[in-house]
């Protein structure tokens, strides 16, 4: 009498599982190997995407607070044509915005083109009129004072380092500063208190500070010609927004993005190659992890084949090499994000790139970028990094999987 | 743009303007203290000293032309212009050579400085730091002696009490006067001090030396070969020195002077900027 020899039933997901991740550990070194491969996968992408993002946000930052601000309100008319005649009309507007929500200080400032002349050299220079006291919550330069101290009043002007070179002046000396606008042909002598030494080009090139109430005399200008908030890095749009509605006609805010200008240009150019490159990268990074995993089922043929003679369907084999893989990088991706997360958070905290692009703000001088350049910190980029390690476990999934769904038992047992 | 033009207004400003030394000379005889015989001292009011140097540097009514030759290391350039003044604060020159300038014309009057390009066609106001800066790329500018922005923007004291005795250019022997001159708090002037010898004869100055800030000598003046005529005294040599820049100096010369000469107010329009003074 013979039985019919019906096949064993497939083994449960759960044993599988408990399989694959046995599997893990009967063969460590190339379990760690993937993990290491998996986990610098990781990292590499969120560094990667720290640095990508906390350029652009540090470019703009560094421009709202050295360059222009991170809200400007000022003439529809100013901006098309920034001469002083464009003033602004009155400043009643002013007093509300000390109570709009998202403004923590409110700046008047005056633009004026003048010349300035020492004992030595007459140059033509950009001068901005400044409350003093405003300025310390708006702008990074007071803080920037090399030697010397900020402003304390009228009578005083102070000087970007190269400017303060070029025209050869000193702290303590006196420079003219000489206008012609709204109130004629007007030229005041103002002592040297500070000269500002700040990284940034644009600024140690080209500063020249003055008192408001002196650029008043200077221009004639009886207000500003802009007002500058202080806002959170990141709601300069949102707070632009909310304080048009207290402005009157033909009078807008526009938040630092608005006012960059090319660098705008600059910046989203380089996050859509930042992306083109990540997805090169992640392909590269996904082919590294499917092939690892690949060479791993190659050098356990034989014991696949035991495995399938044990009873495990070749199709189960599949989804075994799948599982370990899946696993593995699960893991890798684990160790990689909090390496990663801590390389971010330490790049954001600590200004590590910014000596990097110290030669490059030199070159590019109206760029804005100064010697401090860092990371951002994000939640998408574990989805970024997750997603690289998806597409490595398809991979996996889709190579060395089923090739092991196809092992044939008995020629399986005999490879080497 | 207004912006631009602003800026164009302030880099022209930059390499060229003002008319100093031809208002200087033109300033050379005038007003009550010129009248016959300068006053010997000794004096004890500085200032008033310096307001009767000044004045008899402004002189009445003026016609005259102007050479300068700019000094520059392996290099020198010529300027001639006619000019004309009114002997206070109103000058009008325009550059007859060389060819690339001829045309370009400078109205001062007061504290408004014009220029017009003959080549654009367009004349510009210029900010007052053209009195101090340098006119034609030379090292004159109108602050070196002219008008009265030396009593505005210092305090004067006698560097040497009393008159002291000096060599003259003669040979002789010469009372001179030495006074000191020191910015104000907030004057528009970049200088340290400046010292001014002056024959006190005269009330001529002979000479003037412009310091930093550092005292240090940047740039000195040296006035000579006086013209002398219905007691007015105009220098026909100036020289300018810039003590910064070995071999820069600048030598205006005066020719062709006409003492007296008849000067309308319509010599000194933006009209007769453009088209000349008739």
């Given at each position: 009498?013979t ?5 064993l ?36 992408t ?17 421009y ?20 002083p ?13 000390a ?13 004026f ?8 050299v ?7 009129g ?88 200077l221009?004639g200008?009886?207000t ?7 806002v ?51 392909a590269f ?15 356990r ?11 495990v369907?070749?199709?189960?084999l ?7 893989a899946l696993?593995t ?34 070159g ?33 999934a ?5 090739r092991?769904?196809r ?10 | 743009m ?8 302030v ?24 009248q016959?015989?300068?006053q ?6 500085p ?24 000094e ?19 000058g009008?020159?325009r ?8 045309g ?9 400085l014009?220029?017009y ?61 030495v ?5 104000r ?11 001014i ?17 550092r005292?240090?000598?940047v ?16 220098p026909?040599?100036?020289?300018v020195?810039?003590r ?8 205006v010369r005066?020719a062709?002077?006409?003492?007296g ?18």
């Amino acid at each position: 009498m013979t039985e019919t020899t019906r096949p064993l039933a497939p083994p449960p997901a759960a044993p599988l599982a408990r399989l694959a991740w046995r599997n893990l550990w009967r063969h460590r070194q190339r379990t760690i190997l993937l993990l290491v491969v998996v986990a610098y996968v990781t990292f590499l992408t969120i560094v990667y995407w720290s640095f990508v993002d906390g350029y652009g946000e540090s470019v703009v930052e560094s421009y709202a607070r050295y360059i222009a601000s991170p809200v400007r309100i000022a003439a529809d008319a100013w901006y098309e044509d920034p001469d002083p005649e464009n003033h602004l009309g009155d400043l009643a507007f002013v007093e509300e915005l000390a109570g709009a929500s998202g403004v923590r200080e409110a700046s008047l400032r005056i633009h004026f083109p003048a010349l300035l002349q020492s004992a030595y050299v007459t140059q033509g220079v950009e001068v901005v009129g400044v409350d003093p006291a405003a300025e310390r919550a708006l702008s990074r330069i007071p803080a920037k004072v090399a030697q010397g101290r900020w402003l304390a009043g009228p009578g005083e002007v102070i000087l970007g380092d190269e400017v303060a070179r070029r025209i050869d002046a000193r702290i303590g000396e006196q420079v003219v500063v000489s206008a012609a606008s709204l109130a004629g042909p007007q030229a005041m002598g103002l002592r040297v208190a500070g000269i500002a030494r700040t990284g940034v080009a644009a600024v140690d090139q080209t500063a020249v500070i003055v008192h408001l109430e002196d650029a008043r005399r200077l221009t004639g200008v009886p207000t500003a010609t802009t007002v500058d908030l202080d806002v959170v890095r990141g709601t300069e749009a949102a707070v632009a927004q909310r304080v048009q509605a207290l402005l009157p006609a033909g009078v807008s805010a526009r938040g630092v993005w608005e006012l960059v200008g090319p660098i705008k240009t600059d910046v989203e150019a380089n996050r859509v190659f930042a992306h083109v490159l990540a997805v090169v990268v992640y392909a590269f990074a996904a082919l590294a992890v499917a092939s690892t995993v690949f060479v791993s089922v190659m050098e356990r043929t034989r014991e696949l084949g035991v495995i399938a003679a044990l009873g495990v369907a070749p199709r189960r084999l599949g989804v075994l090499v799948t599982l370990e893989a899946l696993f593995t990088c699960v893991l890798g991706w684990v160790g990689g994000l909090g390496l990663g997360y801590a390389a971010a958070w330490f790049l954001a905290t600590y200004n590590i790139l910014g000596p990097v692009f110290g030669a490059v703000s030199a070159g590019v001088p109206t760029a804005g970028l100064s010697e401090e350049v860092y990371g951002a910190v994000r939640a998408a980029y574990a989805a970024y990094s997750g997603l690289v390690i998806a597409v490595a476990v398809v991979f996996s999934a889709l190579v060395p999987g089923r090739r092991a769904a196809r092992l044939q038992p008995a020629t399986a047992m005999r490879a080497d | 743009m207004k912006a631009t033009r602003s800026r164009v207004v302030v880099t022209v400003l930059g390499s060229l303007l003002v008319l100093a030394s031809v208002l200087a000379p033109a300033a050379g005889g005038l007003s009550a203290a010129a009248q016959g015989e300068a006053q010997p001292g000794p004096y004890e009011d500085p200032a008033a000293v310096l307001e009767a140097v000044l004045d008899n540097l402004r002189g009445g009514p003026l016609r005259g032309t102007y050479t300068f030759l700019v000094e520059r290391p392996g290099r020198a350039t010529e300027y001639v212009m006619e000019f004309v003044t009114d002997g206070e604060e109103r000058g009008l020159i325009r550059i007859i050579a060389p060819p690339r300038e001829a045309g370009q014309a400078f109205l001062m009057d007061g504290d408004d400085l014009w220029l017009y390009n003959a080549r654009l066609g367009r004349s510009l106001r210029l900010p007052p730091s053209g009195r101090s800066s340098a006119f034609l790329g030379s090292d004159v500018s109108y602050n070196d002696i002219v008008g009265r922005d030396m009593e505005k923007d210092y305090t004067v004291a006698f560097a040497v009490p009393g008159a002291t005795q000096t060599a003259g250019a003669a040979g002789d022997t010469i009372d001179t006067i030495v006074l000191e001159l020191t910015p104000r708090q907030g004057a528009p002037t970049p200088y340290g001090r400046v010292i001014i010898s002056i024959e006190a004869a005269t009330l001529t100055p002979q000479w003037l030396d412009y310091y930093d800030q550092r005292g240090r000598v940047v740039k000195r003046l040296v006035l000579s070969e006086y013209l002398e005529s219905a007691g007015r005294r105009v220098p026909q040599l100036m020289v300018v020195e810039d003590r910064t820049r070995e071999g820069y100096r600048t030598v205006v010369r005066l020719a062709d002077v006409q003492m007296g000469a008849a000067v309308p107010g319509s010599c000194f329009t933006l009209q007769a900027l453009e088209r000349g003074c008739p």
